[in-house]
């Protein structure tokens, strides 16, 4: 079963940030946060990856608790091709598989 | 870049009748993933490979089986069909040797549909 848990769906505004939130109180010190999401009709797509510290990459950044049992993914500006179901998935590396949980829906609107 | 390719893209058979779906993986990298993906549900685990040898079972029925070739390309092969095998059917690959995260990518998937 997922590790995490997130809201169903949340909707923003085109060109506006967006915090999509998760939690994983039970990751352990070695695991690390991976953000996958599905475009419609298309395979899952990698966005962003942490362990400790915050992230930032072209797509996106990664806010990490100090606790480590939540974070949040920050997308800066949302365009209407972000809208996707967006996966954070408590990861323990090791070449192993990838478990899905159920994902945020986000809905962008113009 | 080079990405996933999976082959067929779209597949349509016949309850009890055999399937065979390839996957060919990223240049370079080592290892294999199928997911299962029902319809409305979340991307499910089924098998991977690495180096050619299974490395994690997930979920799989014992009638589908799938193997990693030489060229390191996989196939998922899945006999006695049933309706509730209709899904899309994704193969992601990963580089040992890329981040310590290993990122996954995955391929377009293969809608089966099973009548």
């Known amino acids: 079963d997922a590790k995490t848990t997130q809201p169903n769906s949340m909707e923003s505004n085109e060109e506006e940030p967006v915090h999509l939130p998760c939690n994983h109180s039970?990751?352990?010190?070695?695991?690390?946060i991976h953000w996958y999401r599905q475009l419609p009709s298309q395979g899952p797509e990698y966005v962003i990856h942490g362990l400790t510290s915050n992230v930032n990459n072209r797509m996106a950044s990664l806010a990490i608790a100090e606790d480590r049992k939540s974070s949040t993914l920050i997308l800066h500006r949302a365009t209407l091709r972000d809208a996707a179901v967006y996966y954070c998935i408590d990861y323990g590396g090791s070449q192993g598989n990838l478990i899905f949980g159920k994902g945020t829906k986000l809905s962008v609107k113009p | 870049a080079a990405g996933v390719i999976q082959s067929p893209r779209h597949l349509i058979k016949e309850k009890r009748e055999t399937a065979t779906l390839k996957c060919y993986p990223i240049p370079r990298h080592d290892t294999v993933y199928w997911y299962q993906q029902g319809p409305g549900q979340d991307p499910q685990f089924l098998i991977s490979f690495y180096e050619k040898m299974q490395s994690d079972k997930g979920s799989i029925p014992d009638r589908f089986s799938a193997q990693q070739f030489s060229d390191y390309h996989s196939e998922l092969n899945m006999s006695s069909l049933e309706l509730g095998d209709s899904a899309l059917y994704f193969c992601?690959?990963?580089?040992?040797?890329?981040?310590?995260?290993?990122?996954?990518?995955f391929g377009p998937g293969t809608r089966l549909t099973v009548l």
């Open positions: 039970t990751i352990s010190g070695t695991d690390y």
């Open positions: 992601a690959s990963s580089s040992i040797w890329g981040s310590k995260a290993n990122e996954q990518f």
